[in-house]
């Protein structure tokens, strides 16, 4: 029966019994065999499979869940044994946000490439403001001012970056009381971005005059470059934009905070030698 969860939990991991058949090297026909009869001895159907894609049921889900954690202990006690004599391996699979690093965290990831051979890196972005959190992904990077949805996934916060509002050198505005951004013409990430600032005791939220929407960090950037409105940047990214300028605000913007996600405290050795790694190195994002 054991064997039957690590395999449904494989094929929700993968996506697809084609997948995960190809991951657990097995014919494709033994895991439907073995699904099926995992549905028969619960009574109830875990998977529904079209054509072009699958989706857990609702009892799937919480199997999942509840069980996921329990394989992964497993999985990780027999890697933690057989470790002194074998390289971790496997595949990593990341979530991280557009644009974030892009030539640091490549350089990084290509030296643990090297460094470890026998893990396959696959590395995705996404655009939103926050990322779905798929299950078929070990780690999920996030960018954040504000706490993070509740979720069943741990999360750890690695790095926070000091942030700006900044303007086009030329159209550097007086000091602006936060209270007046709203009037301000502004180009953001998204439509309903706000943006909060550090009070006393609370947090300010003020939502800007949209002018302009893009994803892109580097859009943003050269939208303010061309006088379109202000744009709230990292400082990383704001100080080394050529032709713009902090400007001046009452008070200040909230730090931007790094936080990694994963699914259970009982992560596979292939994630945790990443993380350490990743946390080694961390020092040149700043």
Request: glycine residues 4%; proline residues 5%; contains cysteine.
């Amino acid at each position: 029966m054991l064997d039957n969860y690590l395999i449904f939990t494989t094929i929700v991991d993968c996506g697809s019994l084609t997948a995960a058949a190809k991951q657990l090297a097995v014919p494709k026909s033994k895991l439907s065999r073995k699904l099926a009869l995992l549905e028969e001895s619960l009574n109830t159907q875990l998977l529904i499979r079209t054509t072009r894609r699958q989706h857990l049921t609702e009892t799937g889900l919480m199997l999942y869940q509840s069980c996921k954690t329990h394989i992964e202990a497993l999985v990780a006690m027999e890697e933690l044994i057989t470790s002194t004599n074998t390289l971790p391996k496997g595949k990593l699979n990341i979530l991280l946000p557009l644009e974030f690093f892009n030539q640091i965290i490549g350089s990084l990831i290509t030296d643990f490439a090297i460094q470890y051979p026998e893990i396959t890196v696959n590395c995705q972005h996404y655009s939103e403001h926050y990322p779905e959190l798929d299950h078929q992904y070990d780690l999920v990077f996030v960018l954040h001012e504000t706490n993070l949805p509740a979720s069943n996934w741990i999360g750890r916060t690695l790095l926070s970056f000091p942030q700006a509002i900044y303007s086009n050198a030329e159209d550097l505005p007086e000091l602006i009381d936060v209270a007046d951004v709203c009037n301000k013409h502004a180009v953001v990430a998204n439509i309903s971005e706000e943006w909060h600032f550090r009070a006393e005791d609370n947090v300010i939220t003020v939502p800007p005059k949209v002018a302009l929407v893009l994803s892109s960090p580097e859009m943003r950037v050269t939208a303010a470059q061309r006088q379109l409105g202000l744009v709230k940047l990292p400082n990383y990214v704001g100080d080394n934009s050529e032709g713009l300028i902090a400007v001046p605000l009452s008070h200040q913007i909230t730090a931007q905070q790094l936080t990694v996600l994963y699914q259970s405290r009982n992560i596979p050795m292939k994630t945790r030698i990443f993380l350490d790694y990743f946390q080694s190195n961390i020092g040149y994002l700043s």
